[in-house]
């Protein structure tokens, strides 16, 4: 796919929260981990809750049961769990898979995301595959978002210099990282450092035509 003429020739998605309302698909993978382990997932627990949203997986089971036997232990029964029976339970963003449609052709369209192993299945499962020629995971980066390493290598990867890219995230994990890779941020329904705020997938394309 060839880059467009614009000044941005890359727009990089975050997934949770930007791609995907993934709220009630996170509680369930959380939730069972959790409750295998002894523990309570509690969605009244601001900081719970923030961590199992913005993190990669291996960050949060660290966080939660942070001696080495009970973290493995988490990890082993995390690894079990088949991600694809909770597809079902995100929601698109509206707009989302229109606004790709408009800029497929015209940028390069990347993830990053803290997810680890479920990321391509997510995106077959809602048949968004196509649209996107690299996907950076936690998994594939040698540290995971705020960290700039996976941002930086999508840069590598097309050969760009971090101000032709966009990055459009809700977290201040994503924010971070943006900034320490020094690619213009987008915030995505959310009070963040950025070079802009958008409430609907399809202002970023105006966004874009006015930049």
């Known amino acids: 796919m060839a880059a467009g003429k614009s000044r941005y020739k890359a727009v990089i ?33 601001a900081e719970m809750m923030r961590i199992i949203h913005t993190y990669a997986n291996r960050e949060v089971l660290q966080h939660f049961f942070p001696e080495q036997p009970r973290w493995e232990a988490a990890a082993r029964f995390a690894g079990s769990i088949d991600y694809r029976k909770l597809i079902h339970l995100l929601k698109m963003e509206p707009g989302f898979a229109a606004t790709l449609e408009q800029l497929k052709g015209r ?52 050969g760009l210099h971090p101000e032709e890219a966009l990055f459009v995230g809700d977290s201040a994990v994503d924010s971070q990282s943006a900034a320490a890779a020094g690619v213009p941020f987008v915030a995505y329904k959310a009070d963040l450092p950025g070079m802009a705020r958008i409430e609907r997938h399809e202002e970023l394309l105006l966004l874009l035509s006015e930049l």
């Open 13 to 45: 998605y975050d997934c949770d929260g930007v791609m995907f309302d993934s709220l009630e698909a996170n509680c369930a993978f959380y939730g069972d981990i959790f409750s295998h382990m002894g523990l309570v997932l509690d969605r009244r627990d």
């Open 107 to 158: 940028v390069y369209l990347a993830v990053c995301t803290n997810r680890s192993i479920s990321m391509e299945a997510l995106l077959e499962g809602f048949n968004l595959s196509g649209y996107f020629s690299f996907v950076m995971t936690a998994a594939k980066a040698s540290f995971p978002k705020p960290h700039p390493d996976p941002l930086n290598r999508i840069l590598a990867h097309y």
